[in-house]
């Protein structure tokens, strides 16, 4: 079993910042992959960027250059972030957390971000 806990979201304007924090504990010695994925009133759960085991990001287009993911594995958590910066009232939506084990896919609760205009 894995937990995941986010924090870090908000409300801000429009061409400020945010950094998104994932705690995971429990079994994280069977985690490979972690995501951030976001989910707008009416819209489905997107992918926002991504991080492999060792380093590797990927990012949506809507997100690149604006956004980093970074992930620190300590003893016994393993930390994911998500700096976003220029922030736009599109990237309103809930942040969740993901994590890939060999069997299982763990989300967080979610982060509700809000960009006003």
């Known amino acids: 079993q894995v937990q995941l806990v986010e924090s870090g979201g908000g409300l801000v304007q429009a061409g400020g910042s945010l950094r998104l924090s994932c705690a995971a504990s429990?079994?994280?010695?069977?985690?490979?992959?972690m995501d951030w994925y976001r989910q707008a009133p009416g819209k489905q759960r997107e992918l926002v960027a991504a991080?492999?085991?060792?380093?590797?990001?990927?990012?949506a287009d809507s997100v690149k250059g604006r956004f980093t993911i970074s992930r620190v594995n300590a003893k016994n958590t393993v930390y994911l972030y998500l700096q976003m910066n220029s922030l736009k009232p599109e990237d309103t939506a809930v942040y969740y957390c993901?994590?890939?084990?060999?069997?299982?896919?763990?989300w967080g609760q979610g982060t509700q971000v809000t960009v006003s205009s």
């Open positions: 429990g079994s994280i010695f069977s985690i490979n992959a």
């Open positions: 993901n994590a890939h084990t060999s069997g299982w896919d763990y």
């Open positions: 991080i492999a085991s060792g380093g590797r990001a990927n990012y």
